[in-house]
């Protein structure tokens, strides 16, 4: 029996190349069917997504969910969940030693899917006060590589941030043992890029297919731009060989003139995130739907943005057979958003001073389904 059916919304699926009207069902906590005209079929529930988009369920691979632990931890269900990211990545928050909490306490207890980069640093990113690799005792490899091991299901791989501000002058001993034990993991590694340290091009020739490199359009010196703000040919060859370049907004790493500049190029980001914190959570990033607006606003389409938000992020974090897609069978994780016209005002987080813009559109989070339990909904006409 049809526990959900979805009504009448326009479905944008980029993983089946849908963008029209369809009706989707869902059974058992699986997509059943997407189409026109789907029978109600005694279904439980009955949603009347006229006029609201409705796509697989958003992906949001750079967030910082360890509340009460990590300094930049805000609650998933509260901030991710309920504004449409039905799956999040803690972007490092944990480390080794504190990698069981954020287990224990936050990834089992949550109504959303989270999944964790681990730091290299054992402790994680517990404070601002210190750098989480100025002291390179923190980084224990071989506790990093037994805590991969043992919690495969939920961690995708290392994540170190390249700056001295966190890696004081280890920066190339941090980026030789990341690399190894990443390798030694076989799993991949995320890069926080901003004032780097070493270089961005010396960093990027250690990454490999499937590795992430987060804020890629930062403003600060060792950026993706040269100084005449032609993309770098070490940027395009990392991404032409695989590595995701992840825009991972954040209150300091987003710059509209770098995207314009890189889109203007034909470097489009890899996947669109957030950088999702208690520091930008009350402004400039909001939420998933306020970053996809800022694209939109910067010309990508409807479907670009989802894509990157959906199918894109589901491959980087090698669940694209499980969500990221409405196909049937896909976990049933659906995000209803509605298109508000008119203007909005749009801010990004420029180093060198923020810029806000005038968009003739956003993007507002209407509704939630996840795993088939519907978490909340709007209705987005009348
Ligand atoms: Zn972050």
Do not use: W
């Not at 995701?244 to 190029?265: E, I, P, T, Y």
């Not at 938000?309 to 669940?319: D, G």
Request: proline share 5%; hydrophobic share 40%; charged share 20%.
């Amino acid at each position: 029996m049809t526990e959900l059916l979805i009504r009448g919304g326009h479905v944008i699926d980029p993983a089946q190349g849908l963008d029209g009207v369809r009706d989707v069902a869902v059974r058992g906590g699986r997509i059943a069917a997407v189409g026109l005209d789907l029978p109600a079929d005694g279904a439980a529930q009955v949603l009347d997504a006229r006029g609201l988009l409705v796509t697989p369920g958003l992906i949001d691979i750079h967030t910082h969910i360890y509340e009460g632990v990590s300094h930049y931890g805000i609650n998933p269900d509260a901030t991710c969940l309920a504004t449409g990211a039905t799956t999040v990545v803690d972007a490092g928050s944990s480390g080794a030693q504190t990698f069981p909490g954020l287990r224990k306490y936050i990834i089992e207890v949550s109504q959303t899917r989270v999944l964790a980069y681990l730091n290299l640093s054992a402790m994680g990113m517990l404070s601002e006060l210190a750098g989480e690799l100025e002291d390179i005792r923190y980084a224990d490899t071989r506790a990093a590589l037994k805590t991969l091991e043992a919690n495969r299901d939920v961690l995708l791989g290392i994540k170190v941030r390249m700056e001295p501000g966190m890696c004081g002058a280890n920066g190339y001993q941090v980026l030789k043992l990341a690399r190894e034990t990443s390798d030694a993991a076989g799993l991949p590694l995320m890069i926080h890029i901003g004032d780097t340290f070493p270089p961005l091009p010396e960093i990027l020739a250690e990454t490999r297919a499937g590795d992430v490199v987060t804020h890629c359009y930062h403003d600060r010196p060792g950026g993706i731009l040269d100084e005449a703000g032609r993309v770098l040919p070490a940027v395009r060859a990392a991404a032409a060989r695989g590595v995701f370049f992840d825009v991972g907004h954040g209150r300091g790493s987003f710059a509209f003139q770098v995207a314009r500049q890189a889109l203007a190029q034909d470097f489009p980001p890899g996947t669109i995130s957030t950088d999702l914190h208690i520091h930008n959570l009350h402004g400039p990033v909001f939420d998933l739907a306020t970053t996809m607006s800022k694209f939109l606003h910067l010309g990508l389409t409807l479907p670009q943005v989802v894509d990157l938000t959906t199918r894109h992020p589901a491959r980087s974090i090698r669940l694209e057979n499980e969500i990221g897609t409405l196909r049937p069978g896909a976990c049933a994780d659906v995000t209803l958003l509605r298109l508000q016209e008119g203007p909005v005002q749009l801010t990004d987080a420029a180093d060198k001073g923020r810029e806000t813009v005038t968009a003739e559109r956003a993007l507002v989070p209407a509704g939630v389904v996840r795993a088939g339990r519907l978490i909340f909904f709007r209705n987005g006409h009348g």
